[in-house]
């Protein structure tokens, strides 16, 4: 069965950081692209960075671009997300997903891991 679990969410003050990590199992997340996506309460889901394993590309939300930094390990097999400079409205539930073609659209992206809380908050 392929399952993806997110990691490192929690609580941190405004302007501090976190970093979330997202691993496979069943699969691996090589030749994948691989998002993380977030919703915040009352919201839609919102796609804020991908990474294609393959060849490095990137892409970021407008809303995190300078603040969040996406990367992959393929040593360990994990995608990580920095994120740096955390406001209140980066709260929400994070997930990454996992598809073989997509941006930051969720709907392209077929597998998916729970999600991890992260609040910013005072």
């Known amino acids: 069965q392929w399952k993806l679990v997110e990691s490192g969410g929690g609580v941190v003050q405004p302007g501090g950081s976190l970093r979330l990590s997202c691993a496979a199992s069943?699969?691996?997340?090589?030749?994948?692209?691989v998002g993380w996506f977030r919703q915040a309460p009352g919201k839609e889901r919102e796609g804020i960075s991908c990474?294609?394993?393959?060849?490095?590309?990137?892409l970021y939300a407008n809303s995190v671009k300078g603040r969040f930094t996406i990367s992959f390990d393929s040593a360990n097999d994990t995608v990580s997300l920095q994120m740096n400079s955390l406001k209140p409205d980066d709260t929400g539930v994070y997930s990454c997903?996992?598809?073989?073609?997509?941006?930051?659209?969720?709907?392209?992206?077929?597998?998916w891991g729970h999600g991890t809380q992260v609040t910013v908050s005072s």
């Open positions: 997903a996992a598809a073989t073609y997509g941006f930051l659209d969720p709907d392209l992206y077929p597998y």
């Open positions: 069943g699969f691996t997340l090589g030749g994948f692209v």
């Open positions: 990474i294609m394993t393959n060849d490095g590309t990137i």
